[in-house]
């Protein structure tokens, strides 16, 4: 029931969460399906004292938009053209009120307005990198390094090694938090409740690749520090020996390796040790011997920095990190590789339509 | 945004955003936008299937009813990749299968599908819609058997250039006589015949069909019935386009074609008869898309036919075309985009037509829009590539295949250096080259400086030594794919721009000087990159570290090495130990 003014005209009150109190046309506010439904079932909005309160998502300034946009549109008349123009025109606002807008016009359940301001958003969105995506909207910047995993800026904008590292430190999370549930029993588990497989094997050195690779690290950082720095021309000499020791560690590793390589699956599915693994981490240095000459060792070691740099990563730094994550890579690949591929392949030479030339598939034979 | 902006409405928000670049821009926002978008995400793109796990995947995005995905690498188009390399899509599909049931589209490339596969997919996604599977392998009729009959609301079927083990064509006649859905059916590399009867009903009761390609074995008499029965149809590929003459048959083609007013793209005309061209006149005007790349037709009535698709966008020819043919092409058809001339005597040693390098310079001239180029030709000149850069600044692919590997420039004898350094100089948004013809570091160095756009480059017979990858390598920013074939890059390039691997999707490197040693040395490096030696001539244990590797396939990846390498592939190791291989 309004209240019937002079003019024939009906209103209907409504009410902001900061109390102020306005009287709208009751056409206009009726355009609202919100407003629409409380006036019919409540009645409420007749008088002052009535006033309906609209969401917390209202404030006094977007409803001021609202409204007009309401009463714009709800006149019958307007053509196609003249109600697209006025929306291109209404949603010329800057970022701030655009969300606001949004969000009353959702709180109000008015559907068009959030259509159309909903793909404003998007236009605004779209094209931009996380960064200017974050300043637009004035965004936390929340997502840990490890979770954003862009240890390199990239050149390329390329999102899809975002997506990548993304995914890889979600999964190293959860095995940071599954390890740390396990350290907690790994100190009693070393209480050899193993079975007797496991000491045999372990014994046999195979906690899989995992241990032979402790033990080689262990006896790089041994050799190491006997060395000089590797820049230094009398590397030569240790180089020499370690070439001969690393040798004739990957030959014993390769027989340790085939040995145990059954049982290495099955160990490395067991999360015992892979706890163990990971608690045992310990790599302090990059430093790999690679039998190269050293000049052009350091030649291009050289040239890594200086493109490391280039891109803004800190080398040693990352590759600490990257030794770090490589134990963990290998959990990833057990737990998260769940079946090795199945195929049948067909063999299928027979019905390869000869006669039809994929002309594609020829063009570089040309050249054997 | 301080305040509470609804999760739901930020999701409606999201719901516009579609490209998947801005989706996984929107997703590295914050952690709230972070999970919404992962929540709403529908539809993803894997762009090499061993970059991630299908676990992954589904634990991330829980609600994808679209997925894309391409395994084998490029080169495996020209046999360069071993049988059994991998690609095998059966774990995805089994992944998917349980935590995806409302799943409705599969797209592959260059990837193994076994029938099993697809007898999966068939069962276990009760509103599937759309496979396409592109150049890809291991499935038989009896899998597509599956696919029909059980996928009852099936839109799409495209077995684009697939190698399928063409048991019978009886798979067609399980589609159920209740189908009436289907929008788009692509069998156009299957070898046998079909039942006519069965392709005709199921043409004539599916109102929304808009692409039909026939395979070879559909007779041009069959053509008119099933055109009658589709006439919105907007791409038809036909079967073979040859038939004894006779005047009613072309008459009723002709008929037919004059009712099909949606008709874009044509393809097929395996075997045509000339006589019978004239029946698709009718449609010529509107067709954009014209592939004619079966057509062993000579140049005159190629020309006869092109200079009435005054609209066509998109061509594929045979070179057949010849110089003469191509300048009408310029002259007549203003909006084209694309063109692909293929050779019809890749193994000839004498020029067996008139095609010649004047013939694209005619149409970059010619053709304000041409943006795509991929060109079989026997010589080309710096001269010709100079103007063609000049002409037509917007390229955004051009692919040149000069038929004679290492061929210098034919006028001057100098390598084509100067030619595609201005190509990479004047077209400034390329993205995808492919170089032939003899080629010093000096194109390479063109390319580094000014290609910051190219995505995709392929290098074949070219370079001198390392400098010439070190420049590609180092200037290209956007490089996202790498294939190299019997050029002399070796270790130093690699090594030296390492970290500019995990960039890149993949790199492909055979017949080069990369000694096994850079090799095992890239693996410890850069763990996050899957290091693959192929080599045939077994273990490269057996062989000095130094001796070069046949084939280097290089990825990024999180999901780690990979477990169903075949015999001939060794994943390099991060440790710097035995490399992983199943032998």
């Given at each position: 029931?309004?209240?019937?003014?002079?003019?024939?005209?009906?209103?209907?009150?409504?009410?902001?969460?900061?109390?102020?109190?306005?009287?709208?046309?009751?056409?206009?506010?009726?355009?609202?399906?919100?407003?629409?439904?409380?006036?019919?079932?409540?009645?409420?909005?007749?008088?002052?004292?009535?006033?309906?309160?609209?969401?917390?998502?209202?404030?006094?300034?977007?409803?001021?938009?609202?409204?007009?946009?309401?009463?714009?549109?709800?006149?019958?008349?307007?053509?196609?053209?003249?109600?697209?123009?006025?929306?291109?025109?209404?949603?010329?606002?800057?970022?701030?009120?655009?969300?606001?807008?949004?969000?009353?016009?959702?709180?109000?359940?008015?559907?068009?307005?959030?259509?159309?301001?909903?793909?404003?958003?998007?236009?605004?969105?779209?094209?931009?990198?996380?960064?200017?995506?974050?300043?637009?909207?004035?965004?936390?910047?929340?997502?840990?390094?490890e979770e954003k995993l862009e240890p390199l800026r990239n050149m390329t904008d390329d999102p899809r090694i975002r997506l990548l590292n993304r995914l890889y430190a979600r999964k190293r999370k959860e095995l940071k938090e599954r390890e740390k549930v396990k350290n907690v029993e790994v100190a009693e588990e070393h209480m050899d409740k193993r079975s007797v497989d496991d000491l045999l094997s372990f014994i046999n050195g195979g906690d899989g690749d995992s241990k032979c690779v402790r033990s080689a690290k262990n006896k790089k950082k041994n050799r190491r520090r006997k060395d000089q720095p590797r820049n230094s021309a009398s590397n030569n000499d240790n180089e020499n020996r370690e070439k001969e020791t690393e040798s004739l560690n990957s030959a014993h590793y390769n027989?340790?390796?085939?040995?145990?390589?059954?049982?290495?699956?099955?160990?490395?599915?067991?999360?015992?040790?892979?706890?163990?693994?990971?608690?045992?981490?310990?790599?302090?240095?990059?430093?790999?011997?690679?039998?190269?000459?050293?000049?052009?060792?350091?030649?291009?070691?050289?040239?890594?920095?200086?493109?490391?740099?280039?891109?803004?990563?800190?080398?040693?730094?990352?590759?600490?990190?990257?030794?770090?994550?490589?134990?963990?890579?290998?959990?990833?690949?057990?737990?998260?590789?769940?079946?090795?591929?199945?195929?049948?392949?067909?063999?299928?030479?027979?019905s390869m339509n000869v006669a039809h030339l994929f002309y594609r598939k020829l063009i570089l034979i040309v050249f054997l | 945004m301080a305040y509470s902006f609804p999760e739901e409405v930020l999701e409606y928000v999201f719901s516009f955003i579609n490209s998947d670049k801005d989706r996984n821009a929107v997703s590295l926002v914050c952690k709230s936008w972070y999970e919404i978008e992962r929540w709403c995400r529908r539809r993803i793109f894997i762009g090499n299937c061993y970059a991630v796990t299908p676990g992954i995947m589904v634990r991330r995005f829980p609600e994808i009813r679209s997925v894309e995905i391409k395994g084998k690498p490029h080169f495996a188009d020209f046999n360069l990749v071993p049988e059994g390399w991998g690609g095998y899509v059966y774990p995805w599909v089994v992944a998917m299968s349980r935590a995806y049931p409302w799943l409705e589209e599969i797209r592959l490339k260059r990837m193994v599908v076994s029938d099993e596969c697809l007898e999966l997919i068939s069962k276990s996604f009760k509103n599937f819609k759309v496979l396409v599977m592109s150049s890809c392998e291991g499935f038989s009729t009896d899998g597509l058997a599956s696919i029909v009959a059980n996928c009852r609301n099936l839109k799409e079927l495209d077995l684009r250039e697939s190698e399928v083990e063409d048991l019978s064509g009886h798979w067609l006649s399980h589609f159920p006589d209740t189908c009436t859905s289907l929008v788009s059916l692509n069998i156009a590399c299957l070898a046998s015949e079909v039942s006519f009867s069965a392709l005709e009903r199921l043409v004539s009761r599916c109102p929304n069909l808009k692409s039909l390609q026939l395979n070879r074995a559909v007779p041009l008499e069959k053509l008119p019935n099933l055109l009658r029965g589709a006439p919105q149809l907007v791409e038809l590929g036909t079967g073979a386009y040859s038939a004894e003459l006779r005047p009613e048959l072309l008459s009723n083609l002709f008929d037919a074609f004059t009712v099909c007013k949606e008709l874009k793209g044509l393809s097929g005309f395996w075997d045509v008869v000339p006589a019978y061209l004239p029946a698709i006149y009718p449609v010529c005007n509107g067709l954009t898309s014209l592939n004619l790349s079966y057509a062993t037709i000579q140049s005159p009535d190629i020309s006869k036919l092109?200079?009435?698709?005054?609209?066509?966008?998109?061509?594929?020819?045979?070179?057949?075309?010849?110089?003469?043919?191509?300048?009408?092409?310029?002259?007549?058809?203003?909006?084209?985009?694309?063109?692909?001339?293929?050779?019809?005597?890749?193994?000839?040693?004498?020029?067996?037509?008139?095609?010649?390098?004047?013939?694209?310079?005619?149409?970059?001239?010619?053709?304000?829009?041409?943006?795509?180029?991929?060109?079989?030709?026997?010589?080309?000149?710096?001269?010709?590539?100079?103007?063609?850069?000049?002409?037509?600044?917007?390229?955004?692919?051009?692919?040149?295949?000069?038929?004679?590997?290492?061929?210098?420039?034919?006028?001057?004898?100098?390598?084509?250096?100067?030619?595609?350094?201005?190509?990479?100089?004047?077209?400034?948004?390329?993205?995808?080259?492919?170089?032939?013809?003899?080629?010093?570091?000096?194109?390479?160095?063109?390319?580094?400086?000014?290609?910051?756009?190219?995505?995709?480059?392929?290098?074949?017979?070219?370079?001198?030594?390392d400098l010439g990858l070190h420049h590609v390598l180092s200037g290209c920013e956007s490089l996202r794919k790498l294939e190299i074939r019997d050029s002399p890059f070796g270790d130093k390039a690699l090594l030296a721009n390492a970290a500019k691997l995990e960039t890149m999707r993949s790199l492909w490197m055979s017949s080069c000087s990369v000694s096994y040693g850079a090799c095992k040395l890239l693996g410890q490096r850069l763990p996050r990159l899957n290091v693959e030696v192929i080599d045939e001539r077994g273990t490269p244990e057996s062989r000095p570290e130094s001796c070069p590797i046949e084939k280097l396939y290089i990825y990024r990846t999180v999901a780690g090495p990979r477990f169903d390498t075949p015999g001939f592939i060794w994943t390099m190791d991060e440790e710097g130990n035995t490399p992983l291989g199943i032998a």
């Amino acid at each position: 029931m309004a209240i019937v003014r002079p003019e024939m005209k009906s209103y209907i009150w409504l009410q902001t969460t900061d109390g102020s109190i306005q009287e709208v046309e009751e056409e206009v506010a009726m355009f609202c399906p919100m407003i629409c439904r409380e006036v019919l079932q409540t009645g409420m909005g007749s008088s002052k004292n009535y006033a309906i309160k609209l969401p917390q998502r209202v404030n006094p300034a977007v409803l001021g938009l609202i409204l007009d946009y309401c009463r714009f549109h709800q006149l019958p008349g307007h053509s196609n053209k003249e109600l697209k123009t006025y929306d291109e025109k209404f949603i010329r606002l800057d970022t701030k009120n655009l969300c606001e807008l949004t969000s009353a016009a959702d709180s109000l359940q008015l559907r068009p307005l959030v259509d159309l301001t909903s793909r404003a958003l998007a236009r605004i969105i779209e094209g931009k990198t996380p960064e200017e995506i974050r300043e637009t909207f004035h965004l936390p910047d929340d997502l840990t390094e490890e979770e954003k995993l862009e240890p390199l800026r990239n050149m390329t904008d390329d999102p899809r090694i975002r997506l990548l590292n993304r995914l890889y430190a979600r999964k190293r999370k959860e095995l940071k938090e599954r390890e740390k549930v396990k350290n907690v029993e790994v100190a009693e588990e070393h209480m050899d409740k193993r079975s007797v497989d496991d000491l045999l094997s372990f014994i046999n050195g195979g906690d899989g690749d995992s241990k032979c690779v402790r033990s080689a690290k262990n006896k790089k950082k041994n050799r190491r520090r006997k060395d000089q720095p590797r820049n230094s021309a009398s590397n030569n000499d240790n180089e020499n020996r370690e070439k001969e020791t690393e040798s004739l560690n990957s030959a014993h590793y390769n027989g340790a390796v085939e040995d145990v390589s059954s049982s290495n699956r099955a160990l490395m599915l067991q999360d015992s040790s892979s706890a163990t693994l990971l608690s045992n981490l310990d790599f302090d240095d990059a430093d790999i011997d690679d039998g190269l000459d050293p000049a052009l060792k350091e030649e291009i070691d050289r040239e890594v920095e200086d493109f490391a740099r280039r891109l803004n990563s800190v080398w040693p730094e990352r590759m600490q990190e990257i030794y770090a994550l490589g134990q963990e890579r290998r959990l990833l690949q057990i737990h998260g590789n769940s079946s090795v591929a199945r195929y049948t392949g067909k063999r299928n030479g027979s019905s390869m339509n000869v006669a039809h030339l994929f002309y594609r598939k020829l063009i570089l034979i040309v050249f054997l | 945004m301080a305040y509470s902006f609804p999760e739901e409405v930020l999701e409606y928000v999201f719901s516009f955003i579609n490209s998947d670049k801005d989706r996984n821009a929107v997703s590295l926002v914050c952690k709230s936008w972070y999970e919404i978008e992962r929540w709403c995400r529908r539809r993803i793109f894997i762009g090499n299937c061993y970059a991630v796990t299908p676990g992954i995947m589904v634990r991330r995005f829980p609600e994808i009813r679209s997925v894309e995905i391409k395994g084998k690498p490029h080169f495996a188009d020209f046999n360069l990749v071993p049988e059994g390399w991998g690609g095998y899509v059966y774990p995805w599909v089994v992944a998917m299968s349980r935590a995806y049931p409302w799943l409705e589209e599969i797209r592959l490339k260059r990837m193994v599908v076994s029938d099993e596969c697809l007898e999966l997919i068939s069962k276990s996604f009760k509103n599937f819609k759309v496979l396409v599977m592109s150049s890809c392998e291991g499935f038989s009729t009896d899998g597509l058997a599956s696919i029909v009959a059980n996928c009852r609301n099936l839109k799409e079927l495209d077995l684009r250039e697939s190698e399928v083990e063409d048991l019978s064509g009886h798979w067609l006649s399980h589609f159920p006589d209740t189908c009436t859905s289907l929008v788009s059916l692509n069998i156009a590399c299957l070898a046998s015949e079909v039942s006519f009867s069965a392709l005709e009903r199921l043409v004539s009761r599916c109102p929304n069909l808009k692409s039909l390609q026939l395979n070879r074995a559909v007779p041009l008499e069959k053509l008119p019935n099933l055109l009658r029965g589709a006439p919105q149809l907007v791409e038809l590929g036909t079967g073979a386009y040859s038939a004894e003459l006779r005047p009613e048959l072309l008459s009723n083609l002709f008929d037919a074609f004059t009712v099909c007013k949606e008709l874009k793209g044509l393809s097929g005309f395996w075997d045509v008869v000339p006589a019978y061209l004239p029946a698709i006149y009718p449609v010529c005007n509107g067709l954009t898309s014209l592939n004619l790349s079966y057509a062993t037709i000579q140049s005159p009535d190629i020309s006869k036919l092109i200079s009435q698709c005054q609209n066509l966008e998109r061509l594929w020819v045979l070179d057949y075309i010849e110089d003469s043919g191509l300048d009408i092409l310029a002259t007549c058809c203003k909006n084209l985009e694309e063109l692909r001339v293929f050779p019809s005597d890749p193994y000839g040693v004498e020029q067996n037509v008139a095609l010649t390098e004047q013939g694209l310079v005619s149409v970059s001239e010619g053709c304000p829009k041409l943006q795509s180029v991929l060109y079989f030709c026997r010589r080309m000149s710096n001269a010709a590539l100079v103007t063609i850069a000049r002409n037509r600044p917007n390229l955004i692919r051009f692919r040149l295949c000069i038929i004679e590997a290492r061929a210098t420039d034919y006028l001057t004898l100098e390598p084509l250096d100067a030619g595609f350094g201005a190509i990479v100089e004047n077209c400034r948004e390329l993205r995808r080259l492919s170089l032939s013809g003899l080629l010093t570091d000096r194109v390479f160095e063109y390319i580094g400086k000014h290609a910051k756009k190219l995505e995709m480059l392929s290098i074949a017979f070219a370079g001198d030594g390392d400098l010439g990858l070190h420049h590609v390598l180092s200037g290209c920013e956007s490089l996202r794919k790498l294939e190299i074939r019997d050029s002399p890059f070796g270790d130093k390039a690699l090594l030296a721009n390492a970290a500019k691997l995990e960039t890149m999707r993949s790199l492909w490197m055979s017949s080069c000087s990369v000694s096994y040693g850079a090799c095992k040395l890239l693996g410890q490096r850069l763990p996050r990159l899957n290091v693959e030696v192929i080599d045939e001539r077994g273990t490269p244990e057996s062989r000095p570290e130094s001796c070069p590797i046949e084939k280097l396939y290089i990825y990024r990846t999180v999901a780690g090495p990979r477990f169903d390498t075949p015999g001939f592939i060794w994943t390099m190791d991060e440790e710097g130990n035995t490399p992983l291989g199943i032998a």
